[in-house]
């Protein structure tokens, strides 16, 4: 079984700061992780994932998270984030065998404030 | 291609009713999910059906809960005598038909409410 932490509910930061929402998992076996996005009444869309290989891994819009398998994290970093990016973001993890399903966090808020 | 959609996106149903929520994958998708989330928390996976098949339903609530996915049309969230604890949005997600199905693309969720 796996599970995620995300440590911080709510994130508040100022337009063009720097960002870090943290995430935690713990797993018995290899997994893939992921970022989702969700902003408000909408369903969530994919923002960056680590399969293999190169344990920094970008988005097209900025963010990027880096793997630490001994740490076993995969914290979300932004260096200078917009009022555009206020939304709901959650880590999420699967186990690498076939077809299985997605154990999320509880999700960090970022607010980003003008 | 159009992406997952799902209907209604919001459903009202008072506590005994029942409540059916549709899924149509993305083109060419096989692989359906179904989450739920509740009020200020993550989601929570509850079912996984390929085409005529549950694959795991580990997360399904044991009663009043059933899911289908059909050979031809869409996929169904059942839920039987809803109670206020069910009101949530559900998401559904769908994925290729690949050895490794890695990722998931959702649909925008239906909001029951139960009053």
């Known amino acids: 079984a796996q599970s995620v932490t995300q440590l911080d509910s709510q994130v508040p930061v100022f337009e063009e700061a720097p960002v870090e929402l943290r995430c935690n998992y713990s797993?018995?076996?290899?997994?893939?992780l992921f970022w989702y996005v969700q902003y408000p009444n909408q369903g969530l869309q994919l923002l960056l994932k680590y399969l293999s290989g190169s344990t920094l891994v970008e988005s097209i819009n900025g963010f990027e998270a880096e793997f630490n398998k001994s740490q076993t994290s995969f914290h979300l970093r932004k260096p200078s984030v917009h009022i555009s990016d206020t939304a709901e973001y959650f880590c999420a993890v699967s186990p690498n065998n076939a077809g299985n399903m997605l154990t999320f966090g509880g999700g960090t808020r970022l607010m980003v404030k003008p | 291609n159009a992406g997952v959609m799902q209907n209604p996106r919001h459903l009202v149903r008072r506590r005994g009713q029942e409540a059916r929520l549709r899924c149509s994958p993305m083109k060419g998708h096989s692989h359906v999910y179904w989450y739920r989330q509740l009020p200020e928390e993550g989601l929570k996976f509850m079912v996984y059906l390929q085409k005529e098949n549950i694959i795991d339903e580990s997360g399904m609530p044991k009663e009043r809960f059933s899911a289908e996915f059909p050979k031809e049309g869409p996929s169904i969230l059942r839920i039987q005598q809803v109670v206020r604890g069910d009101s949530a949005a559900y998401f559904c997600?769908?994925?290729?038909?690949?050895?490794?199905?890695?990722?998931?693309?959702f649909g925008p969720g239906t909001r029951l409410t139960v009053t």
């Open positions: 797993s018995s076996v290899s997994v893939y």
């Open positions: 997600a769908s994925s290729p038909p690949s050895a490794i199905t890695y990722e998931q693309y």
